[in-house]
């Protein structure tokens, strides 16, 4: 079993930033591939960012360049800086952790981007 942790979402103006974090009950070196989600009301959940072990990323397209995803393993933790954000940006945003064959997800955190 693992448990994820989010937090850091919260309330910004259109522009500025967040960080989340997401701490796991494990060790997420043994976690090949973490990443964040994010859901909308009345949309389906969609992946916004992926890093694997070895610190290869992937994103969504509305986020790249404008989102940073990383992983730190001595801490298990894996972060989403969020730059620039706007406001189709809102969502409840949900650490996703991908072991053992199995989907663990996090509680959520909301963000709320304001125009």
């Known amino acids: 079993q693992v448990q994820l942790v989010e937090s850091g979402g919260g309330l910004v103006q259109t522009g500025g930033s967040l960080r989340l974090s997401c701490v796991a009950s494990v060790n997420i070196f043994m976690i090949n591939d973490m990443g964040w989600y994010r859901q909308a009301p009345g949309v389906q959940r969609e992946l916004v960012a992926r890093?694997?072990?070895?610190?290869?990323?992937n994103y969504a397209d509305s986020v790249k360049g404008r989102f940073g995803i990383s992983r730190d393993n001595a801490e298990n933790t894996v972060y989403l800086q969020m730059n620039y954000l706007k406001p189709e940006d809102t969502g409840v945003y949900y650490c996703n952790a991908r072991f053992m064959g199995n989907d663990y997800w996090g509680q959520g955190t909301q963000v709320t981007v304001s125009s």
């Open positions: 890093v694997l072990r070895g610190g290869s990323t």
